[in-house]
């Protein structure tokens, strides 16, 4: 079992390299890009708006509870910016992604490996995963990139709205607070988890869809395996990222 699992862990960072390599090569295959591209922005960016608010919400009032026991409830805003912007808003948006479009990236490349399509496509010179896996990855990072900004904007708002009304917050100084305890490093390590949590959904999903095992059952197996493992890494990414980044740099004020 140990073997079996180091061996498919090294065919996973294998398929990853073989991708980093051919995204420079040519040709690019940008129709397919733009059409994955718009087909996992049109299946993510509802459940994205609609998941943020309460998302946001429910931390503004945790957030805004805590404050005022301690105290300090002129900190509200920008403890519930942190939140959203370094924790929820990317693992929001790799969560969808890895559930809808990983899913469905699965479930396709993995219909043209039993059906033998990449095979055929082997036999022609033609690379599988220049042709058809590449341009998969890059639209989900491409999307989950430009898709945090939207949940980081809406679950700011959604927190800001319930703070200031459901808890008799002030709007000055939940804004004011975003200054005192916000800086640019912040966005920038959450669009920085965004791409590579984009990045380890697309090639889960690519290298499960391309080693279906049993037929069209083995298709379905792949595709829940593959949203499973994509949850577990990027819980632990996450968690590697966030320690890394709070041991570099430090709190503003610090």
Aim: positive net charge; contains cysteine; proline residues 5%.
């Amino acid at each position: 079992m140990i073997t079996g699992a180091l061996r498919q862990t090294g065919r996973l960072f294998a398929l990853a390299a073989e991708v980093a390599r051919a995204i420079f090569r040519r040709p690019f295959q940008f129709r397919e890009f733009v059409e994955q591209f718009w087909f996992i922005a049109s299946v993510t960016i509802l459940p994205a708006a609609l998941v943020s608010i309460p998302f946001g919400a429910v931390i503004a009032l945790q957030v805004g509870s805590l404050t005022q026991q301690l105290g300090a409830q002129s900190f509200t805003g920008g403890a519930s910016v942190l939140a959203v912007v370094q924790q929820a808003s990317p693992l929001i948006v790799a969560l969808l992604i890895a559930g809808a479009a990983g899913s469905a990236i699965c479930a396709d490349l993995g219909s043209r490996t039993i059906r033998e399509e990449l095979d055929a496509m082997e036999v022609m010179g033609v690379s599988p995963v220049q042709r058809l896996v590449v341009p998969r990855v890059l639209a989900t990072m491409g999307v989950a990139v430009l898709l945090n900004g939207l949940v980081s904007a809406v679950g700011i708002l959604g927190g800001y709205v319930f703070n200031v009304f459901l808890q008799d917050g002030t709007p000055g100084a939940y804004l004011s607070s975003f200054s005192a305890l916000a800086q640019l490093p912040d966005l920038y390590i959450s669009e920085l988890k965004a791409l590579i949590f984009g990045f380890i959904a697309g090639i889960v999903a690519a290298y499960r869809g391309l080693n279906p095992r049993g037929g069209p059952k083995g298709v379905g197996d792949a595709v829940n395996q593959s949203v499973v493992i994509t949850f577990l890494l990027l819980f632990f990414v996450n968690m590697v990222m966030t320690g890394v980044y709070l041991q570099l740099v430090p709190p503003k004020g610090g």
